[in-house]
């Protein structure tokens, strides 16, 4: 029998050739821009980029319908006519359901499966989704896009910018700090001047890590749009290589603030005795 021929793999140049046809064919086609690195391996970026032709490709065909119809009309019950064990076990089922359907719902917030289960029932299965054939795709719903559960939103937010105050290998960027910054008396700093304080504190150090955060008080206005957290927060800190990681404690307090019409908290103050 004739060995299979192996198929002849495409030189880099090749490549970057085929990328650059695929990104004018998909911008013409379906529109937008295409903005990436230089950096990124062209087989990379090939396969990449005819990944998302598939998708756009079953985006233009998708039928939409109700997220009941996608599931085929599963039965279920109103949350009232159920009691808590039997709401636990009718969620549990329609999740599994919309799994194998490629639809998942998870709460983030940790909310309770009653309030879970009827903004599934009331609200999601009248819900308009895409109707898309393709392998692999699934359809991810999270209850807190639809009710923020700010307290949580800006108590994860402080527990990244306190990670990013001690990992080198983290540094402070502005998805979690706004440049807007302001200094311990709320006067405008700027952001960079603000990071080269940072860095001399951790210059001090060889490692640090965040061991615990203890919030002590978080506080949100009524608006939702400015917060402020009070914790005592535990670093490890490796005064040199080989050396142990030694535990010490700080109090911190965070200012925060949300831009109109956004679900994500930025900080733009801090108040720590080393910087």
Known sequence: ??????????????????????KMKMMA?????????????????NAFLK???????????????????????????????LNDKAVSRELKRLLKLMDKK?????????????????????????????????????LHFVYEDFYPNHAFDVKRTVHDAAVMLIDKDNP??????????????????????????????QSTFNRGRLEELDVKVLDVNEENNEAYVRCIVTFGLQPAKGKRFAKR?????????RKPDANWWLVNRVDFEEL
């Open 1 to 22: 029998m004739a060995k299979q021929r192996k198929k002849k793999s495409k030189s880099a140049d090749e490549l970057n050739t085929e990328n650059e046809f695929l």
């Open 29 to 45: 086609e379906f529109g937008g821009e295409f903005v990436g690195s230089t950096e990124i391996p062209p087989d990379i970026e």
């Open 51 to 81: 990944q998302i032709e598939k998708i756009q490709r079953a985006h233009a065909v998708a039928v939409t319908t109700k997220l009941y119809e996608l599931l085929e009309q599963p039965e279920y019950s109103h949350v009232h006519d």
């Open 102 to 138: 490629g639809v998942s719902l998870v709460s983030v917030g940790g909310i309770g499966e009653r309030e879970l289960y009827r903004f599934l029932t009331e609200e999601l299965f009248k819900r308009d989704v895409e109707s898309i054939s393709l392998k692999g795709w699934k």
């Open 172 to 201: 402070p960027f502005e998805a979690v700090y706004d440049d807007d910054m302001k200094d311990k008396l709320g006067l405008q700093m700027d952001f960079e001047e603000w990071i080269g304080n940072l860095k001399i504190w």
């Open 249 to 257: 404690d700080y109090p911190l307090e965070f200012w925060l603030t």
